[in-house]
């Protein structure tokens, strides 16, 4: 079964670092995503990609947070200069975008800011 | 109007027993409404999904009870297994779009074997 496919699995950084969090999705699919679940809490959409561009984005995704498909296979999330309340899983999904599509998740990147 | 609002935040049922977990949402322009099911370390995962031109799917132990004019909807469990012991997310979304899901606040389910 086709599935979306994160790495690192964890991260731990320095505040103040780059991090570049790596997903590739299911290689038919068009739209991508972001979320993101703070230990404990709900799962947050920071934003969406479609054809090159995001087509929408959260309140969380400001300036320090970028996106990118830098190939036709891996789509990053890429936050400039870490804080510490940055720590948190971090998940990618896919949806192909025809008909009766679900969004598929990956198994997430912790993400620890120390 | 965005939020998805989801009880109980925690819920101990018998095994056996039946699991019910409530959602409602404010945004009549969502018409699909997923389910997903986590466990820990993991990403969620869709567990079932309703649109809401009708008012009950079920799909083996799993049910999903939908009420458009309440704007509520709810995951029944039953014959809860130790094995459904996992976070469960209601949520909702705009079906055609694509757009961005948005999810309640999660429940922590324990069966108790």
């Known amino acids: 079964e086709p599935e979306v496919t994160q790495t690192p699995s964890h991260q731990v950084t320095q505040m103040g670092q780059e991090v570049i969090l790596r997903c590739v999705p299911i290689s038919n699919h068009l739209y991508f995503y972001w979320y993101r679940q703070i230990l404990g809490q709900k799962v947050e959409f920071l934003v969406s990609f479609y054809n090159n561009e995001i087509s929408e984005k959260s309140e969380i995704f400001d300036d320090q947070f970028s996106v990118e498909r830098p190939d036709g296979s891996n789509f990053t999330l890429k936050i400039r200069s870490t804080k510490l309340e940055d720590s948190a899983m971090y998940f990618c999904?896919?949806?192909?975008?025809?008909?009766?599509?679900?969004?598929?998740f990956g198994q997430g990147t912790r993400l620890t800011v120390v | 109007q965005q939020q998805v609002k989801q009880s109980p935040q925690s819920l101990i049922v018998q095994k056996g027993g039946i699991s019910i977990i409530n959602c409602a949402y404010e945004?009549?322009?969502?018409?699909?409404f997923p389910w997903y099911q986590q466990f820990p370390g993991k990403g969620p995962a869709l567990l079932i999904a309703i649109r809401p031109d009708v008012s009950e799917k079920k799909e083996g132990r799993f049910t999903i009870s939908f009420n458009k004019s309440a704007k509520q909807f709810s995951l029944h469990i039953m014959d809860s297994q130790p094995g459904d012991s996992a976070t469960y997310f209601c949520a909702a979304r705009r079906y055609s779009s694509a757009s961005k899901i948005i999810f309640g606040s999660g429940t922590r389910l324990s069966i108790r074997p």
């Open positions: 945004n009549t322009a969502f018409d699909y």
């Open positions: 999904a896919s949806l192909s975008g025809t008909a009766n599509t679900e969004a598929f």
